[in-house]
Structures are given as C-alpha cells and as structure tokens.
C-alpha cells in the first residue's frame, strides 16, 4: 500500500520509518462498511497489501485539508506546537483523525494514549500532540467527512458485493493476489494453488515481504469471506471467525474478563490491531503470541476447514512444536470458541513486555481457577515464552488441585512444579532465569489476587476493581 500510494499516486506526505508497524508515519485510515457501520480504521500502509484496502475508502493526509482550511486535528497540532522535525506528523494526525471519528464526545488522556500507542515521535514528545488530541476532540465532529457519511455509505454499500476477485495468472508459475468471496471458493483455490500464501490481515506476512524480501508470487487474502469474520455471542462462549481482527474482538474478549481488556489493550499499537485477526495470532504458531495462552487456559477450541471437512480440537494441541502446528496444507483456521467464565471461575492474565506499550510479550502467563469456597478443584495454567510453543503447565495445575487460596503455604508445590514444566530459553526479549523466575511470580500473583488482594497492590496500574466499578 505504502509502495502504491507514494510511487504510483505519488501521495508522498505518507512517510516510511521502519517498515516494520512499530513506528506508525505511514499510517492512513480506512474507511468500510463493518457489519453495516461505517468505521474509521488506522492502518500501517507499510505492511498492508494494496489488495486489503478491497471494498474500503482509502484515506490519506493529503485527504484531510480543504483548500487553505486544515482539518480540525491538523489545525490543534498547528496551535499545539505538536510537530518539530514532521517527520511523525503525517502518521500521529492520521491517528488522530481516525480518534475523532471512533469517539463521539470528548476523549480523556488514556484514551489518546492508548490510540498514539503505534506511533513513534521522536522530538516533539507526547505532551503537546495529546493536548492536541484532546483539543480537536473536545466539541462536535464537524468535518467533511462526517457531513458526507450517508453518501460514502452507500457508495460503500455497493462494494459489499459476493464477487471474487482475481487478479493476475492462474497459468503454471503466474503470480496472483486472489480474494475469494466464499468458503468454497477458498477450499477451490487451496486445492488448485496449495503453495499460496493465505493472508489475513498481514502483519506478520507483510513483514516477510519488507523485512525478509521473501517473494510472495500467490496470494490468497481471506478478507472478502463474510462467513469468516462472524462473531457468534453467545449465552456461554464466544465464537469468533478467523479473520475477527483485534480491534473488534477486544470488547467481547473484556466482557469476559477485565484482564483481557487490558490485554488487548497492549497488544500492539491501533493500527495492528485494526489489521491484525484471531486467526492469524494462532495459525501463526508464535510461542509469544498474545492470545493462545489466554484462550488456552480459558479452555478454547479451535475448527479448522479443509475442503468440505471441519474438525474441532483443543486449542493446546493445535501447537505440536516450534514452528509445526496441527494444520494441514490447505487447511484453514476457520474460528475459534472461548467459552465464557461460571460463577465459580476466576481468570487471570499477564503480559511482561520490555516496553508497556505495542510491545511483544518475554513471558506470557494466563491462569483459570475453579473454586470450591477456598479449595482450588481444577486449574488450568498456560504460558507464552516459556517454550517453543504455548503450552499449559500440566505439572503446576495437577499440584494446586486441593491447594487454598487462603494458604499461601500450600502453594508451594504449584510454584516449584514450574520447573518441571519448562526448560525456558534465553533469547533477545529474556534469559532463561528471568522467565523462570517471572512465571513463578505471575502465578503467585494471579494466586494472591484471587485470594482476594486488590489488583492496586499487586500491580503497578491496578485495573481490575476500577474496571469492575
Ligand atoms: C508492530 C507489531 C506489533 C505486534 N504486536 C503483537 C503483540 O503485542 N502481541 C501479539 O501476539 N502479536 C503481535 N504482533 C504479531 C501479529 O500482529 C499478530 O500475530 C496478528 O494476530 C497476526 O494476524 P494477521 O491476521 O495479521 O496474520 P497474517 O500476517 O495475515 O498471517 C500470519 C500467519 O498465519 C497464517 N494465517 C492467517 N490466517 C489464517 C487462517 N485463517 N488459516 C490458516 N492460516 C492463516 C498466514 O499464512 C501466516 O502464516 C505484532 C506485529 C507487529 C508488526
Ligand atoms: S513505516 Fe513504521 S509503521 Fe509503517
Ligand atoms: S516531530 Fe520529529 S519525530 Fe515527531
């Protein structure tokens, strides 16, 4: 998309920093029709296939000024001092337009915060872009493209259709981007094409593409298949369609747990997870994923589809060993169900990342607890980071059967379990001896909190009673 924008439209005022989406200048919104509301997405143009942008309107800076009139965010940043070198700017307004169009009143500072995660400013510093952000979000949206809203709509509309799309050879050797409409249409093309590369939203693809120069001559992109970005809430699990991205699986995921909000909260920056889906996190087979460790231990399924066929199986056992999953060539991952907590289930989950923001997980650890008053009478624990894999903590689970949560003493057999557990390596984010050390202490403190200690004085930002309240 960034190459598209900046050397065919020659819509340079996108810039390139890392190419990577950590930095965040290249950031452009798109603007679809989801499940029939028309939302506002920021994007990492960098890493994004030209192709993704199918059915959506493609915003970029240079969109946003009317004549000698800057947009109202352009003009705070102006009256903000939020821009020295520029080189950001592009990228942070972008975001900040995206912002105002997702809020409807005024937003406060956690929540500019949390939207400016996936940009990076260098020189300006934070202070001035986020009074810039509160400032334009302040009133009323009263831009352009709030004005033009049921036009675009229904243009949009039309674009919604059931079309396969096919773009390129289909000869021995041609290149291709494919985005088929319809499951069976994937089922054909896998058949006729099993070496194509299935994308989702392509934020680890992409990054073969700018980091590892890998060619990608077939491209099979699965966001054109309406059955597979469903999200099935029901009474007592979550269903969620392969291609779900983050950004709109995160509200279910923290109507289940408040740690789960926090965590999607963390993952990554906006613009990655506008782009980045469910599917993608666990077919990916990452053992510092977010998400597998978390749905494992809430006891997740997953169904995968080849051809006509779909099998469901635990979603432990889909990662057999570092980079081999339980996938078959032209198997798909279709969706997966995480059932909702009972009464008496506690959950609890963190992420140890170098940085708090739009950083990826050292250690992982996610812990589900059924109690019986004080007695501990099933467990499931599961880790990222810990192994080549995410894997469940089978020894420490079987040890807190029949533990307290009141009687930190009987804990004891659960924490040294750990050891047995996970030969963990040292690598660039940790050394094996951190990451053994920090999964003891995260079950200790998923233990604490459940015995009841309030999340304040068990963590830095306690969350969990405030979010409660
Ligand atoms: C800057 C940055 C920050 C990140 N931060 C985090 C983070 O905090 N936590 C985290 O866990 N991850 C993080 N990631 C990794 C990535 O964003 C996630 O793993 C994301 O969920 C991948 O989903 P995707 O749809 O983009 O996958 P894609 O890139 O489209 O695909 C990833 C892999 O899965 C395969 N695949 C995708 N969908 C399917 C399917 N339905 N069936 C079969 N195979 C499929 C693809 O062929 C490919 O092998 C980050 C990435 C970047 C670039
Ligand atoms: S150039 Fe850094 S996120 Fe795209
Ligand atoms: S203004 Fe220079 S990097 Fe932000």
Redesign the pocket.
Known sequence: MLDYLRLTERATGTKEGCA???CGACTVVLRRLVGGSLVYEPVNAC?LLAGQADGAEIITVENLAEGDRLHPVQQAMVDQHGSQCGFCTPGVVMSLFALYHAAEGPVGRDEINDWLA?NLCRCTGYRPIVDAALAACAGERTDRFTAEEGEVRARLHEFADADELFLGSDEEGGAFFAAPASLRSVSDLLRRFPDA???????????WITKGLRPLPRILW?GRVQA?AAIDDAADAVTFG??VT?MRAAPYLAAIDPDLGELMR????QQ?RA???????I??G?P????PPALIALGATLTLRMGERERTLPLEDFFLAYGKQD?AAGE???AVRVPKLAADERFRCYKITKRFD????AVMGAFKLRLEGAVIAQARIAYGGMAGTPKRARAAERALVGARTDFDESWRGALDALDQDFTPIDDHRASASYRRRIARALLRKALTEMSGAPSAQTRVVGIREERAI
């Open positions: 990577e989406g950590d890493i996936g590369t299935i994308v989702a939203g392509a934020t680890d693809v992409g990054l699965l597979l392969a291609t983050h963390r993952f990554a920056g990655i782009s980045g889906t469910v599917g993608g996190n077919a990916n990452s510092i994923g977010d998400l996938r798909i991952v279709r739009q950083d990826i997980s």
